[in-house]
């Protein structure tokens, strides 16, 4: 080991570990010789009491100190390992209320197509899920994942929440493709429930984004139709089977050949939040026949 060489001018300290060892071993030294000599019974052992005594004090008092440091450092540890333990736990009850809110909403969408399907009883049907739909916020076409091997068919009417959603126009072995009532270009004969008078309700996707839907054609000669009555799908329909909810009227006016009515109709479909269809296993050309 090289020694300790001090430049000229430098003032000279001891490492505080070398301080430290002597003090340990004078304080030794100090207690074996109390212990083993009767020397300290007078004066020179009290001026030795006087200088170890507050080592000794001052050692017990660190040793007790990171005692409680040792303790505290044991104690966060716990804390932290159960803190970790809440938020996982917090973690798992979020998921599960998650999925029980889900569970639920599921539960209210069958409950309304069990109540639909009451209501349309004379009719068999079939559930169906939705599992891609075009672009947009509206379900004005889609593709259920039901198709021939369930008896689904071209022209099929499809109903959801409180009536008419729209028909199948395309049909592969496991999905079907369907076109709602609300997609430009389509229209369905329907009729005024209270009045039996007719009239063609027409698709707009514009209009859809103040959630309505138009009609034409309507001939109120008494003017008896009133907002708020039904427009069902009608006899003379086509494509549709009748007596099937569409919407209700929300206002009407005048045409200008002041022989017919038009307006606009609240449908009974939220178009806008699909998941769950009935699909009716007949078809009005059956009917016909």
């Known amino acids: 080991m090289s020694p300790i060489v001090r430049r000229k001018g430098e003032k000279f300290t001891l490492p505080s570990k070398y301080v430290l060892l002597i003090v340990t071993i004078l304080c030794v030294c100090m207690m074996v010789i109390t212990f083993t000599t009767d020397l300290f019974n007078g004066s020179l052992g009290a001026v030795f009491g006087y200088i170890t005594v507050p080592f000794q004090n001052g050692i017990t008092e660190v040793g007790t100190w990171l005692s409680d440091k040792s303790d505290e450092l044991a104690q966060i540890r716990d804390l932290l390992a159960e803190n970790q333990k809440l938020k996982q736990q917090v973690d798992e009850l979020t998921i599960e209320n998650t999925i029980l809110q889900q569970d639920k909403y599921e539960l209210n969408h069958l409950r309304e197509l069990y109540k639909l399907d009451d209501e349309y009883s004379e009719y068999e049907k079939v559930g169906a899920r939705i599992i891609a739909w075009e672009g947009g916020n509206w379900f004005h076409s ?77 001939i109120d000669a008494d003017n008896q139709v009133a907002e708020g009555d039904k427009i069902v799908t009608s006899n003379i329909s086509d494509k549709y089977l009748p007596g099937i909810l569409i919407g209700y009227i929300s206002s009407m006016e005048m045409d200008s050949n002041n022989l017919t009515k038009s307006g606009y109709a609240t449908p009974a479909v939220d178009f806008q939040h699909l998941e769950e269809v009935l699909v009716i296993l007949e078809k009005k050309q059956d009917l016909k026949d």
């Not at 008896?151 to 499809?158: A, P, R, S, T, Y």
């Open 142 to 218: 889609f593709t259920i994942n039901k198709g021939t091997d369930d008896g689904l068919e071209i022209d099929m009417n499809v109903m959801a929440g409180s009536g008419l959603v729209g028909r199948i126009v395309d049909v592969g072995k496991n999905w079907a493709k369907v076109t709602s009532i609300i997609n430009d270009g389509s229209s369905v004969s329907g009729m005024v429930l209270s009045t039996s008078d007719n009239l063609i309700v027409t698709g707009d996707l514009e209009l859809m984004s103040q959630g309505q839907i138009r009609f034409e054609q309507l």
